[in-house]
């Protein structure tokens, strides 16, 4: 499977501790995107990569939350001194883009449950 | 800044009867459009997009979508719904550099037979 792929798929957590999710994207795409979904609403958008440039970060991504994305392949998303309000799925998504907009592939979701 | 507005959290339709899930846009540049469908515990997988070609798209599963930019909508249409399209679905419109894309809260269809 080429797939886009997230690990862990689940994960429950005691508030205020840290987590971190890996998202491993298409092979050669060249975007990478964070979304966070909860329950009842459309994706939000937290942050996007070109190769390993995190280019954009949503105002929804506080700073107990950081994106890498080192070499320019999977990146992880880590959430620090977790939230009951954190508690969502986090979706990643990679595209291969030349001048216009590539279509999105997106994985199946870490589904993050802090107690 | 781009918003998405879908009329309608849920939809329940008959087997074989038309499905039209609404979908109006916000957007101060000439928009992308696209749905995507998203099952139980499944990632989203894309329906159909419109990036200023033609204004009638088709895309998988029989589902079609027209732009109006008069109305500043991209409705998504199937003429015979199929038990198999019960699932949510989302609108998105995105900028043409592609940045990202902005969704709307989605709409459940389900299907009765």
């Known amino acids: 499977d080429t797939g886009v792929s997230q690990n862990p798929r689940h994960k429950i957590t005691k508030r205020g501790q840290n987590v971190t999710f890996r998202c491993d994207p298409i092979?050669?795409?060249?975007?990478l995107y964070w979304y966070r979904q909860t329950l009842g609403q459309g994706p939000e958008f937290l942050t996007y990569f070109q190769n390993e440039a995190q280019l954009e970060k949503s105002r929804l991504l506080s700073d107990r939350f950081s994106a890498e994305r080192p070499k320019g392949s999977f990146s992880t998303l880590e959430i620090q001194r977790t939230e009951q309000g954190d508690s969502a799925m986090y979706l990643c998504a990679s595209s291969f883009v030349r001048g216009k907009t590539g279509e999105l592939f997106f994985g199946e979701g870490s589904r993050l449950t802090v107690l | 800044a781009q918003s998405v507005t879908q009329l309608g959290s849920h939809v329940s339709v008959s087997e074989g009867a038309l499905v039209l899930l609404r979908c109006n846009y916000s957007?101060?540049?000439?928009?992308?459009l696209f749905w995507y469908v998203q099952y139980p515990n499944q990632g989203l997988q894309l329906l159909l997009k419109?990036?200023?070609?033609?204004?009638l798209v088709k895309g998988i599963n029989g589902f079609e979508a027209e732009f109006k930019k008069s109305e500043t909508s991209f409705h998504l249409t199937k003429p015979s719904a199929h038990m198999s399209d019960a699932a949510e679905y989302f609108c998105?419109?995105?900028?043409?550099?592609?940045?990202?894309?902005?969704f709307g809260a989605g709409t459940i269809l389900r299907v009765k037979s």
């Open positions: 957007s101060s540049v000439p928009p992308y």
């Open positions: 419109y990036t200023s070609a033609a204004t």
């Open positions: 092979s050669e795409h060249n975007r």
């Open positions: 998105a419109v995105s900028d043409q550099g592609g940045n990202k894309l902005v």
